[in-house]
């Protein structure tokens, strides 16, 4: 009897030390891009690891996108303070859903989103970029998910309110936000006063209400965006061909070679018809922040 229970329990140890082998043997799956949906995380037991899909975005450029005190079922709760919002939170919470993912907002400087994207740090940049030859040098792009048209916002009380054409803005100081194609198509003015351009819209806004500068760039959707916070403000939209030259659409970027999470992304997207994008657009102009 004894030596039947020494054996048994030797046969115990052995199953046991089995079992923990079984268990410990393999690492757990670390962060990092998956191609496919985003990055994966530990998922507390459950059959798969948890998906997520992090986007990086200004959260600071309405109503593409802005940042709101308090959440509702439109926006996304931000790692630092507050919620981000706008119509490019809405295109992300949808390829999110679509792509069986945990929605991840970092919300980013604009001279940072392409660095990010690059790095690894975000999986992908929803954030009104136009996707330029210079940037497809460095990112891979969707096609567009939304198309505008370039305007100007002038004094709602200036004579520019009743400008048609790039003519009429001849001598005037026009500004542009810094590192985007609002910037670079200024030059199209003949005889314009090209002002420094500044980091974020906001503080454009303030340079044409203090008299600083006479107009901004913009594309429609941001434009009435502005003027609906800021009724002293006006839109200028031109004459058909008489106004800017310019690429106003805007595409989503994802890291340079992740081919797999672009064709991911891209077949979210396509199930999204334009009627849809329209709409959400209009929706994101009536629920910005009268500041955003």
């Not at 595409?251 to 997207?269: C, D, F, P, R, W």
Request: glycine share 10%; net charge negative.
């Amino acid at each position: 009897m004894n030596m039947r229970r020494m054996l048994a329990a030797v046969l115990a140890a052995t199953m046991a030390v089995s079992l923990m082998a079984g268990c410990g043997g393999s690492p757990a799956p670390s962060s990092g891009s998956t191609g496919g949906s985003g990055s994966t995380g530990s998922s507390g037991g459950s059959d798969a690891p948890a998906k997520t899909f992090t986007v990086g975005m200004e959260c600071n450029y309405a109503p593409f996108n802005w940042t709101q005190v308090e959440g509702d079922e439109y926006s996304v709760a931000l790692e630092s303070a507050g919620y981000a919002g706008g119509y490019d939170v809405m295109m992300a919470k949808a390829l999110a859903d679509k792509m069986g993912a945990t929605l991840v907002i970092k919300k980013l400087a604009w001279e940072g989103l392409e660095p990010a994207v690059t790095s690894g740090e975000i999986d992908a940049i929803i954030a009104g970029m136009t996707a330029t030859p210079e940037r497809q040098e460095n990112a891979d792009f969707t096609t567009p998910y939304y198309e505008s048209e370039m305007v100007c916002i002038v004094r709602a009380d200036d004579a520019l309110a009743g400008a048609t054409s790039l003519a009429d803005f001849t001598g005037k100081n026009v500004q542009g936000q810094q590192n985007t194609i609002y910037d670079d198509i200024i030059d199209q003015i003949p005889g314009v006063n090209h002002m420094t351009p500044l980091a974020s819209y906001p503080l454009m806004v303030l340079a044409l209400q203090n008299g600083e500068a006479d107009a901004l760039t913009a594309e429609l959707p941001v434009a009435t965006g502005v003027v609906t916070s800021n009724p002293n403000l006006a839109i200028v939209q031109f004459e058909a061909g008489k106004g800017f030259e310019a690429d106003t659409t805007v595409s989503i970027a994802v890291k340079k070679g992740n081919t797999e999470l672009l064709n991911a992304v891209q077949a979210a997207l396509d199930t999204i018809d334009s009627d849809t994008r329209t709409q959400w657009m209009t929706d994101a102009v009536s629920r910005q922040p009268a500041n955003g």
